[in-house]
Antibody, heavy 115, light 107 residues
Framework: QVQLQESGPGLVKPSETLSLMCSVS????????WSWIRQAPGKGLEWIGY???????NYNPSLKSRVTISLDTSKNQFSLKVSSVTAADTAMYYC?????????WGQGTLVTVSS | DIQMTQSPSSLSASVGDRVTITCRAS??????LNWYQQKPGKAPKLLIY???SLQSGVPSRFSGSGSGTDFTLTITTLQPEDFATYCC?????????FGQGTKLEIK
């Protein structure tokens, strides 16, 4: 059974960089597409971007200048970095597998941007 | 970006009812439409992919239909565990976008 687990700081200061890791177990990261999605409190889901199994990326233009998604096949992990964060980046962040349908998700990690 | 609009935004129903949720895309997305169920505090769960294909392990009371711009999710014989929020997602073109969600509540 494939499992995904997000990890990273729950509190980030404004203007700093949010960094999250997604660890994949029960399957290889060297296939499929791997996405990040976020959900602000009380709001809908927002697709951030994905990396494929060889590290090719595709980002949401609304965040593109601030987002980096990277793949580490040696550790079966992929990561998310969002730079210059503001309060608007406060959200539950999920990692997920698949394209087009996202069939496996992590449980999510809440990131709050506050000084 | 392709806008996804769901209706209704909320719905009250009883156990045993049949319900239908609609999702409309702002432009054609062929059959690149997925449906998710989300319960409070939990990650979304994939129910339907490619408009009408049932994800493995999902009960057959869930079904999806449509193509182009108009899609529906139908739940026949509602069960207590089906009360949740449902949202659609287009995967026709990036940025992938989601509907705003339909909250299904117990009447």
């Amino acid at each position: 059974q494939v499992q995904l687990q997000e990890s990273g700081p729950g509190l980030v200061k404004p203007s700093e960089t949010l960094s999250l890791m997604c660890s994949v177990s029960g399957g290889s990261i060297s296939s499929y597409y791997w996405s990040w999605i976020r959900q602000a409190p009380g709001k809908g889901l927002e697709w951030i971007g994905y990396t494929d199994y060889i590290g090719r990326t595709n980002y949401n233009p609304s965040l593109k200048s601030r987002v980096t998604i990277s793949l580490d096949t040696s550790k079966n992990q992929f990561s998310l970095k969002v730079s210059s964060v503001t309060a608007a980046d406060t959200a539950m962040y999920y990692c997920a597998r698949g394209d087009p349908g996202l069939d496996y998700w992590g449980q999510g990690t809440l990131v709050t941007v506050s000084s | 970006d392709i806008q996804m609009t769901q209706s209704p935004s909320s719905l009250s129903a009883s156990v045993g009812d049949r319900v239908t949720i609609t999702c409309r895309a702002s432009q054609t997305i062929n059959s690149y439409l997925n449906w998710y169920q989300q319960k409070p505090g939990k990650a979304p769960k994939l129910l339907i992919y490619a408009a009408s294909s049932l994800q493995s392990g999902v009960p057959s009371r869930f079904s999806g239909s449509g193509s182009g711009t108009d899609f529906t999710l139908t739940i026949t014989t509602l069960q207590p565990e089906d009360f949740a929020t449902y949202c659609c997602q287009q995967s026709y073109s990036t940025p992938y976008t989601f509907g705003q969600g339909t909250k299904l509540e117990i009447k």
